[in-house]
């Protein structure tokens, strides 16, 4: 599992540019972020070094942040490798409950998934997906 860092912001003007400058200003790099909005709010899901270090700074200045437990999966930057990894996901009956994706190093994508089922990680694992951990992401 990898941590995630998610954000519960008002959907207002420059509230996402506070929230990004309050990581940069604390010394913290982020390396993916997602945004989903309503009306009236948005979740910023983030991948950042020191998650649990980031949100602490956060909730200190305000922000209602939580970390969230995700599962990234290296697959071939190709087409159709996300299709078979969500197919596998129905076969085997593992609800996504979100998901994004961003390009990592060299020739592979990272997908990142939330799953309401505990066992996501193995089960992925024996249908010989290879999974990501913190480090490969959070780098320096």
Known sequence: MVDQLTVFLENRTGHLA??????????FNMHALYLADTAD????????????EVK????E???RAALTAVVA?????????????????????????????FLGDGDHAIDVLKFDDGAAEET??????TLVAA???YLP
């Open 56 to 59: 602490a700074m956060l909730v």
């Open 18 to 27: 506070s929230l990004t400058r309050a990581i940069s200003d604390s010394g």
């Open 124 to 129: 992925l694992r024996a249908g010989g997906f």
């Open 73 to 101: 999966v290296r697959l071939a930057d190709e087409p159709g490798s996300l299709a078979t990894l969500l197919e596998h996901c129905d076969a085997k009956g593992l609800n996504v409950e979100y998901a994004y994706c």
């Open 41 to 52: 709010f948005g979740v910023a899901r983030i991948l950042c070094d020191k998650p649990a």
């Open 61 to 63: 200045r305000g922000f």
């Open 135 to 137: 480090e490969e992401i």
